[in-house]
Structure formats: structure tokens, C-alpha cells
């Protein structure tokens, strides 16, 4: 009876909000075609348009992408530019509102509604810089993007994916000694847990990662190099990784479509990993080996 | 010495915020402290008080005030946390780092130590997406933290890395505590060190103590203690803190004077702590990296 509920109290504590991996990923940009077509190359397709505002879905496989052209309403949310910017990324979990309501209780910055690229009432917190994190549950028992978006007719609503690419993570940028907050930030709000130093993924063996309780999604914490460290920081959310079971097979893919990938001395496509060059300024992909668990094939 | 250690506080100087912040310049000091009243009472607005400040080209060592933040419950919770978060908000406006947070008073707190702990853990969470540190000062008449060794173990139960101390030395010359508490302190914990001294050797009551602290501070080196802030800042330094030091001089008789004038007497306190008590060696580069960055 007691190891039982011990038992409980670890998986609780392990995951205290059901995590369940990325249901979303949103851009803010004022030119959504050009980023649209910097997604398309990386295999995404366009399904749908939202029905009220300057707002499009990207879709392949089980990862969704929100494009936001909308201008923004509310201070600290990112206003849309030329340049494409990482705006907001969505957290599937057991119960949003409570998990919402415990984010909150702990020290996170709810969002006003209305400020949010969708209309279903999505709560939101603040996260790094102007970025903002979505808490969504309900995911298996219909779509969210059902009562926002329009599906454009004729197009397949759910592409496969190249390569088996699936969320892997994201690199957000820290200020100079700023790694032990985030680490606190994500690890009381969402029970992140740090990996030790010898655990890496990709080409580039920098920073500190932090692993989601489900296991399945990680966030790369990197602070500026030694030279830049007086400068002012800039906080920020700065690239995706996509995991792949062939790293080397899906650039090949991707070089196809006119994927560009960096080929330095120091950074180059490898069976670990391979990022490539930026689009449109500031938009840039991170290839990583990762074989998704039997559980959660990618569609 | 190092000059640049030193900084000024707002609330020491009369007149408008930038005649303050130019007094502050003038006077060779590199920081100020942001009394958070001199920035939202700005006659032309919050927006103009903010240019000021980030114009001055003065580094802003923190924001002050946040007062009788822990230990409440209920309504009276939620209402400081409001209160918190647009100072929040103003410290980030500021590009400051730090926010000051001196231990409740109020009667309506709790003293349970756990309480208290959750509610600064929650300030600390608050302030990490705006990149500000929460410095967490022990008072003689508080009733959750009496001294920097109750806000230390507070702020070790809270166990947030970028929740710490400030330590204010007024209350340490006032209060009698013991210096060796300091030893106990890790001094990557103590984020803020307030200096100020007062004219009476002696202070009897608590209600003589509060009267003291809000009116009759001066600048170090112009009191009664200098041996006794000598003895704190040499002890300060040898358990190897190397942040900033703020005048935290209130004072009724400087607040009837020109800013130039009383910039000047702190002028003089820096030079003579630099010169008297720390003769401080040049900063190890490498060190630099624990001092808070320039204001974006």
C-alpha cells in the first residue's frame, strides 16, 4: 500500500502534468509566404487557413507548425517582422486549465485571450523572451485546429513525413550565467530534468539540455560564448531540431528539395546530426538521429 | 580602489529624476539604485522616467521597494502579487537586474517558515523570464526575517538560484548581530549589500531603530560606527563577496539639500571606503562575470 502510493507520488512528481510532447510550434512573421516556402522545402504542406485572422497551419507527419502574421496586442508577445521569429511553442498535457492554474500558482505570467494566434481558449504562459508556451490537452479526442482553421479543399490533411522527421527539441538562446534560472523555469513548471554533460545529441556539443518528464521532447539551454558575454542579452527561442532515424538519408532528401545544410570544417551533416543554413535571416532546422519509441510512431 | 562598486540610491537625493541621476553621474559613479517611486511619480510619466533612467548611462544596480510580499494569504496574496509583477515589469523597463525585497511587517503574515519560502520561490519564478534576480533583505522589525541569517535560511529553504540576499549594513550595525554569521553565508548567495551608519552610538527600542532607518541615515564614513561598518565590509570581503555596494542613506536633512551636495558627501564615502577600509586589489578579469551585465 505504502510503495504503491510512494510509486504514485514519483510518477506524479516525475510528470506532474502529463506531459505529452509538442502538439505545436508557431512562427510570428509579416511575410508568411516566404517562410511557407522555407517550410515546404523542409517537407511541410499548407492545410489550412485560420478563419478570422492572418493565421496558416503547416503540417507532415504528427508535427504541426502555426504560422502568425497577426499583429500582436499585448507587450512581451512578438510582433511580426520580416525576419520569421520563433513566437510560441504548445505543450500537450493531461488537464491545460489545471496545468495552467499550477503554472501560475508557482510564478509564470498567464497571456491575456484575445492576444493568442487561436481563438479556442488556449491557455498561455510567458516563456523566454517575447515567446509564449500553450498548454493543450484533448489532443486525442479531436483537433484543436477543427474549430480555427479551414481546411483548404483537395489538400491531404495529414502529409507523411520525410524521413520520419518528428519534433525533437529546441535551442533557446540564455543570457551569460542564466542556464541554473531556466533550468529552474522549466523544471518547476513542466518537470523538465537536466541530462548530465554526457549525454548529447546532434553535432553540436554545447550547451545544456534539458529532457521533457515524457521523455521525448528536449530543450537546448546555450549561453553566449565567452566574447559576447558583456553584451546585452537577448533571450530567445532560436531554432528547431527535427529527430530522424537516418540522418544522412533525410538530408539527402531534403538537398533535393533544395535544402541547403551547412558543410564548415567544424559544423557538417554527419549520421549524428546536421543543421542547416539560415533562411530569411534567422530560420534555420537542426537534423537529429533519434528513433521514435514503438509507442509513438510517426504517422 | 574600485569606484565602480559603489552606487547611489535615488531615495538619498531631492529634486527631479534626471537632476538626481545627473548629481548621481557627476559625482563619478558608474550605478544607481531605482527608487521605483521616483520612476512611475515621473511628472511627464512612467515611459519618461524610464528614458531617463536608461539615458543616464548609469548602470541600474536594482529596483526598491517590494514591501510585505510573503506570508499572506488569499485576497491579500493575490494583491501583492499584482504589486509585484508590475514592479517586475518596471525593473525590466529599466534593464535593472535585481529587485529589492525587504522581509514583511505586516501583521497580517505568517511566520511559517515553509509559507514564506513558497511565496519568495514564487517572486524568484516571476522574475526569471524577465532576467532579474530578487534580493531578499532581513529587518530588525520583520516578522518572517529579522536579520540576513533568517533571510538566509529562508532563501536557502526556497532553494531558487536566483533568489538571494541583500544585506543591509544599517541593520547589522543597529541590531548587534554577530559577524561571524557572515561565515555561515555562501557569498554567491549574496546579491546586494546596502551601506549606510547613523549619528547615535546607541539605539534603544525597535520604534527608535525604524524612526533611525527611515530618517537619520548618513553615508559611511560620516557616523557614529565607521569602525563597525570597517569590520562588516573587510569580513564581507573575506568571505569573498565581490557585488555591488548601494548608499541606502535615508535621510530627512539630505532631501532639503542640493543633489550635487549630497552626491558629493557620497562621493567622499566611496573614496573612503576604498581607500580606508578595502584597498581593494584589481578585479581578477575573469571574475567580472559575477557582476550583473550592463543595462541592455
Redesign the interface.
Known sequence: MTNALDREAVAASHNPLGFDGIEYIEFATSKPQALGGVLERMGFRLIAHHRSREVELYRQGRMNIIVNAQAADVPRTVQPTERPVLSAFAVRVRDADAAFRRAQ?????EIPVRARAMELNIPAI????ESLIYFVDRHDEFSIYDVDFRTIPGVDPHPPSLGGMHFFGIVQYV????T??????YA??FGFAPLPDSVRFGILPKGLLLQSPCRTFYLQLIEPEEPA??A????HLQRVGFGTPDVLATVGILKSRGVEFLASERVHASDRGALTTASLGSVMFELVHDVPAPSAPPR | MIFSDFGMDTASLAGALELKLAAVRRAGFSQVMIAASDVVGHPSGVDAGVRAVRESGLRVTGLEMLRDFEGLDGRLHAYKVDVAKSMLEVCGWLGGRRLLVEASTSTHAEADADAIARDLRMLALLAIPLGIRIAYKGMSWSRTAKDFSAAGEIVFRANCPNLGLAIDAFDVLASGVALDDLDAIDPEQIFLVQLSDYMWQDVRSTEEQTATATHFRVFPGEGAHSEGLADFITRLDAIGYCGDYSFDVYNDDYLQMPPEKVAARAQRAAEWLGETVLRRALPIPNMERLRPAAPG
Open positions: 500558482e508557482l510564478g509564470a505570467w510567458h516563456g523566454v523572451g543570457g551569460a550565467d542564466r541554473a534560472d531556466w533550468v529552474e523555469f518547476q513548471i558575454r558583456y546585452p542579452a537577448e533571450e
